[in-house]
């Protein structure tokens, strides 16, 4: 059974920086992408940033330049070091993942969430 668990919201101040992570347990032995994704209240689920490994990566527009994802994948957990955060960043956000290589932000094409946490920016 695969379950991703992620930590590290909190609540943060406009400009400041968080960094969330995502253990993943019993997935193994196959290719797969995962992804950071965000729900605002009264807003749908959207993509934040995808890891495929082998230095592939994609990013929201609206994150670009301010948020990083990355994994280590000896110890099996994906990151998000959010930096310069903005009161539009407030959601909760979820880790994701799905078998196959393709980097989509299509949230129903994702096999596996996360509980979420929770990210609060402050004006």
């Known amino acids: 059974q695969v379950q991703l668990m992620e930590s590290g919201g909190g609540s943060v101040e406009a400009g400041g920086s968080l960094g969330l992570s995502c253990v993943v347990t019993g997935y193994t032995h196959y290719s797969y992408c995962m992804g950071w994704f965000r729900q605002a209240p009264g807003k749908e689920r959207e993509g934040v940033a995808i890891?495929?490994?082998?230095?592939?990566?994609r990013y929201a527009e609206s994150v670009k330049d301010r948020f990083t994802i990355s994994k280590d994948n000896g110890k099996n957990t994906l990151y998000l070091q959010m930096n310069n955060l903005e009161p539009d960043d407030t959601a909760m956000y979820y880790c994701?993942?799905?078998?196959?290589?393709?980097?989509?932000?299509?949230?129903?094409?994702?096999?596996?969430w996360g509980q979420g946490t929770q990210v609060t920016v402050s004006s």
């Open positions: 890891h495929l490994g082998y230095g592939l990566t």
């Open positions: 994701a993942a799905r078998f196959g290589s393709a980097m989509t932000f299509a949230v129903e094409e994702y096999d596996f």
